[in-house]
């Protein structure tokens, strides 16, 4: 069954950087756009940033020239690279799949906090 596995949240300092990965099973994983969404507590889940499986990209305003996502198809994992880190950018990240327009999978999440 399809299975997506964040990792490489903590806390870090404002200015900082963290690198999160997402490891996909269970589907043709070069064949799939994938996304990185976040949810800060109390608000609502948010798009940070795209990836098809062209390797276009696309990014929420919030994170241009910050964050950089990227895949690696012989390791079926998705990146997200995040610099310049803001007390405004924690929150839970998400790793989900695209299927024919809609994110029909979700990671567990992992938890980013940046706070001095």
């Known amino acids: 069954q399809v299975q997506l596995v964040e990792s490489g949240g903590g806390l870090v300092q404002p200015g900082g950087s963290l690198r999160l990965s997402c490891a996909a099973s269970?589907?043709?994983?070069?064949?799939?756009?994938m996304s990185w969404y976040r949810q800060a507590p109390g608000k609502e889940r948010e798009f940070v940033a795209r990836?098809?499986?062209?390797?276009?990209?696309n990014y929420a305003d919030s994170v241009k020239g910050r964050f950089a996502i990227s895949r690696d198809n012989a390791k079926n994992t998705v990146y997200l690279q995040m610099n310049s880190l803001k007390p405004g950018d924690t929150a839970v990240y998400y790793c989900?799949?695209?299927?024919?327009?809609?994110?029909?999978?979700w990671g567990q999440g992992t938890q980013v906090t940046v706070s001095s």
């Open positions: 989900t799949r695209e299927q024919s327009g809609t994110n029909d999978y």
């Open positions: 269970g589907f043709t994983f070069s064949s799939a756009a």
């Open positions: 990836i098809s499986r062209l390797r276009y990209t």
